[in-house]
């Protein structure tokens, strides 16, 4: 409804500003706080703060070549998962329909207006990331869904989901691999904290973190 969509719209305007304020050479952490505490935004807990990955890296780019980057994302995922359908389905047909399900799946992703987006970003990597996974070649996967986990926190349970089935399959050594994906995001996420901390207030708006909306299942 057109409440859901403001606030949505209001989501990607904040991004935005802390984009346009870390390109213009503020630190991510205080232009990111003033940006939450200017729109209403809580600051307390520290997953209110998205990771700064995304931020430094399009405040380093021009803007028309994140947009770019995002297209060519979209395009990857869709040829990555037209080559692992091809494992599945013999004839093109059935693979085609299945890419113009990943497709309209996708459509959502292809708005140059949701750049800023973490989750936009994520989960593409995310289904990247899935797409080239094999038996005998997991390391690329790995590599993505570090990357992934890196631009939004959440997408932390696919590494844990992947490195259960990775056990459960007696794939040891991928197992290890997911292991360390997440070890290095651990590093990041700590130290993420440590620097929110050093600039948070005692009267910052608090908010439910991933115990509000629907909750932590949703």
């Known amino acids: 409804d057109s409440a859901a969509a403001t606030s949505d719209r209001e989501d990607v305007l904040l991004y935005e500003s802390i984009v346009a304020a870390v390109r213009g ?3 991510y952490y205080s232009v990111a706080a003033q940006a939450q ?3 209403g935004y809580p600051v307390r807990p520290f997953v209110t703060m998205r990771l700064p990955t995304l931020a430094i890296v399009q405040a380093a780019l021009p803007r028309p070549v994140t947009i770019l980057l995002l297209y060519l994302l979209c395009l990857a995922v869709l040829a990555a998962w037209y080559v692992r359908l091809g494992g599945i389905f013999a004839r093109p047909p059935p693979r ?4 113009a ?3 309209c799946g996708g459509m959502i992703f292809v708005q140059a207006n949701l750049v800023a987006f973490h989750e936009i970003w994520a989960g593409l990597l995310v289904a990247l990331s899935l797409a080239v996974w ?3 070649r997991w390391v690329e996967a790995v590599a993505i869904g570090a990357c992934a986990m890196l631009l939004r926190e959440t997408a932390a349970l696919y590494a844990i989901v ?3 089935c990775a056990l459960a399959g007696g794939h040891r050594r991928e197992a290890i691999g997911w292991a360390v994906a997440f070890g290095m995001f651990g590093a990041a996420v700590t130290a993420h904290y440590f620097a929110w901390s050093a600039i948070i207030l005692p009267n910052d708006p608090v908010g439910p973190g991933w115990s509000g909306l629907l909750g932590f299942g949703f």
């Open 101 to 103: 399900l990943v497709g």
């Open 134 to 136: 094999r038996d005998d």
């Open 25 to 27: 050479g503020g630190d």
């Open 37 to 39: 505490r200017s729109g």
């Open 162 to 164: 992947m490195a259960l």
């Open 96 to 99: 085609l329909i299945a890419l």
